[in-house]
Structure formats: C-alpha cells, structure tokens
C-alpha cells in the first residue's frame, strides 16, 4: 500500500509540473542567422533569436544574440564569442553582455535607472560601475538588431548615440542615409534602407528590411571591415504559435563561454 502511495504521489507530481510548463498561447519564436566574411572569407556566424510573449498588459519581446568570430591580427588568431540578452524596447533598455575576448571574460551590464542608468562592467577580475544620466544615448547593441526598434531609432538620428554592449561606453557619430538598395539573400531579392554611420574608427553600413530586421551590416575589428549578411530572408510572423520551451530557462554563466 506504501509503495502505491508513493506512485501516486510522484505521478501527481509530474502532473503539476507538466502543468505548469504548459504551452502559452500567440507566442512566437524567430531565429535569424549572420554569416561574417572577411576578404571572402567565412570568420563567424551570429545567432539572433527574438521572442515574442504574450504579457498580462501586452506583448513582451526577448532580444538575444549569440555572436563568435576568429580573425588574425597580424600572425595571431583573435576569437571574440559574446553572448547578449535583453528586452525589446522602442527606446533603449537593460541587458546583460558576457563575453570572451581574445580569451579574456569580461561581463557588461545595463540597468535602468528612476534617474538614468547604471553600467557594469567586470574585467580581469575587478568589477566597475558608474552611472550615466537618463537621455545619453538613444539605443544599444541591442537595439540595432531589434526589428521593432532599430528603423525608427536610426531614421529619426542624425546624429547617432548607442551604448556598446561591448564596453559599456555611449559610441558615437552622423548617421546619414544611403537610400534604397536591393541584396540577394539566398538567391532572393530583398529590398532594403541602408544608412552609413561614420565613427571615430571608421564608418558603420547598416541595412534594414521592409519588416525592420537587420539584413547586413559591417563591424570594424582592429581596422578591419567584416561585412555580416543574413543567410535567409526572415520568415514573417504568423501571430498564432505557440511557445515550445519554458519562458524561464538557464540563465548565461559567463564560465559557458
């Protein structure tokens, strides 16, 4: 009789618990992915997943990002892998940024503020944080690769202030577009709105689609250009899936990378 009770109590556990992870209704899941070429070359990829979640006063959108590259430096190979996530925002908004530079950990984080904002940043073991006053940038890393954000935050800019997940510091520099363009994705035609964003170490190209995604783009790494082009043209959204894993997962051990 004990050992029935004990099924029965572990069966009435595992209920509740698949109860719990029960689908959610009009959640979606869109996963976009970067080739990164230099001098022709494949030298990475980026992984950029957007969630979008129903919440109890309207959708919720979850930006995250997963970058890794290998270029040389003059004789020597330098990897970067950075792991990026936060909520989508029509303005900027908080995330957390671990990364591995050059085989160096280094963690960056963005907190918003009822005054402004709060940045973090752990190296070499000491951590650092200052504050920045609300108004000192108009977008992150982030932001740049939010579909819902980016185009109304870089066509409204002249003058375009983005806080790097990178290093935490405000990047800043004229933006000015370059008009209309049409790029082959997987063999599609795909037009997109391109501007050129000029920083201190050289220009920024930045081409957006007609739903707002992030088609390609270049990264300047040690004076280099790495030009970075989706692989596939993105799927639109249905507004009518379901959510496949839990909302909460493992959270980003800066030790994973």
């Known amino acids: 009789m004990g050992v029935r009770l004990s099924v029965m109590k572990r069966l009435l556990i595992l209920l509740a618990m698949l109860a719990a992870f029960e689908p959610i209704a009009h959640a979606e899941t869109r996963e976009l992915i970067y080739d990164m070429v230099l001098d022709g070359s494949s030298v990475g990829r980026r992984r950029v997943t957007l969630r979008y979640l129903p919440g109890e006063h309207g959708e919720i959108r979850m930006v995250e990002s997963y970058t890794e590259f290998s270029v040389l ?98 990047i800043e520099g004229p933006i000015e577009p370059l008009g209309a363009a049409t790029l082959k994705i997987a063999g599609q035609p795909l037009n997109v709105t391109r501007w050129k964003w000029t920083l201190p170490v050289g220009p920024v190209e930045l081409s957006y689609g007609p739903a707002g995604h992030l088609v390609a783009y270049t990264v300047l790494v040690a004076g280099k250009t790495v030009e970075v082009q989706l692989q596939a043209v993105p799927e639109a959204r249905t507004f009518g899936d379901t959510l496949e894993e839990p909302l909460i997962g493992p959270g980003v051990d800066i030790t994973e990378l």
């Open 73 to 170: 430096l003059g004789r020597r190979p330098f990897t970067f892998v950075q792991r990026l996530s936060g909520m989508g925002a029509p303005g900027p908004s908080g995330f957390v940024s671990s990364m591995r530079e050059g085989g160096r950990p280094e963690e960056v984080q963005l907190t918003e503020r009822l005054d402004g904002w709060r940045i973090s940043l752990a190296s070499q073991g000491r951590l650092k944080s200052w504050d920045l006053p609300a108004g000192s940038f108009e977008a992150t890393s982030l932001t740049l690769v939010d579909p819902d954000a980016a185009v109304e935050v870089v066509s409204s800019a002249t003058t375009l202030r983005v806080l790097s997940a990178e290093t935490g510091n405000v």
